[in-house]
């Protein structure tokens, strides 16, 4: 059987999910330059008031994230048990007969497939990510305290840069396996390209390119690279996607 085509079904939560990164992210670079920690050479993340506060955005991400996609599943749950499972097959059949193209992209099983699929990703793996970032925080504290002089900092940075990757690579693999996965479903092979490019310009930041420094309002950033591509994938890349599904397929 399938859904109405009017309805945003997919796109709707992965939208909300990614609005709700970006506020959060917004709000932490906010309470980030608040501080304005100009005479420390550590990262942000080893001071432990900035640290409580990516915990509570963290945690705030995911109960808002678990919350929407459990009222999107217990709505279409509700569409799809108002006709018997031995009659789910028939009824799409005679869907197709008499609506054609005016039917959803995806039948309702394949949409609700998708909807578990990205449940997973944007909820477990963002839950392994938050444990990825404490025990990577955790090494990066011990290998502070290792630090003598202050030309050690320089090896510090290096250090810090070719590893920072390794944070966010279990998370934006879940992200890229996701869309790869609705691209399979759709047989969209844009979506695709896409995922392609999109790993490949993780993986030359992560071998290749070094951390860059600026100054924005007298306080000197240093910027990670691999760090920038992931936050803007999982923030601006995840709610182009969701406009893209709106956008390009009935249903979605």
Not at 26 to 31: K, Q
Not at 101 to 107: D, E, G, I, Y
């Amino acid at each position: 059987m399938y859904f109405s085509r009017h309805k945003h079904l997919l796109s709707v939560p992965i939208m909300l999910s990614a609005l709700a990164r970006l506020a959060c992210s917004t709000c932490r670079a906010i309470i980030r330059i608040i501080m304005n920690r100009n005479n420390s050479m550590t990262p942000d993340m080893i001071n432990s008031f900035l640290w409580r506060v990516q915990t509570f955005f963290s945690f705030f991400e995911i109960v808002v994230i678990a919350v929407v996609f459990y009222l999107t599943w217990k709505k279409l749950t509700c569409f799809r048990d108002t006709i018997e499972a031995d009659d789910r097959k028939e009824i799409g059949r005679l869907q197709e007969e008499t609506l054609g193209t005016k039917l959803s992209s995806l039948s309702a099983e394949a949409i609700m497939q998708l909807l578990q699929l990205w449940a997973v990703i944007l909820i477990g793996a963002e839950s392994v990510y938050y444990i990825s970032s404490l025990i990577y925080r955790r090494v990066t504290s011990q290998l502070i305290l290792l630090i003598t002089d202050v030309n050690q900092y320089k090896d510090f940075f290096s250090i810090y840069n070719q590893t920072h990757g390794f944070k966010y690579l279990a998370m934006l693999t879940a992200i890229l396996l996701g869309i790869m996965m609705t691209a399979i479903f759709l047989q969209d092979r844009r979506l695709g390209i896409i995922v392609l490019m999109i790993a490949v310009l993780f993986l030359l930041a992560f071998g290749i390119l070094q951390m860059q420094t600026i100054t924005f309002t007298g306080r000197e950033i240093g910027i990670v690279w691999t760090s920038v591509i992931f936050h803007l994938t999982e923030t601006v890349g995840l709610f182009g996607f969701s406009v893209y599904l709106a956008k390009h397929y009935k249903g979605l």
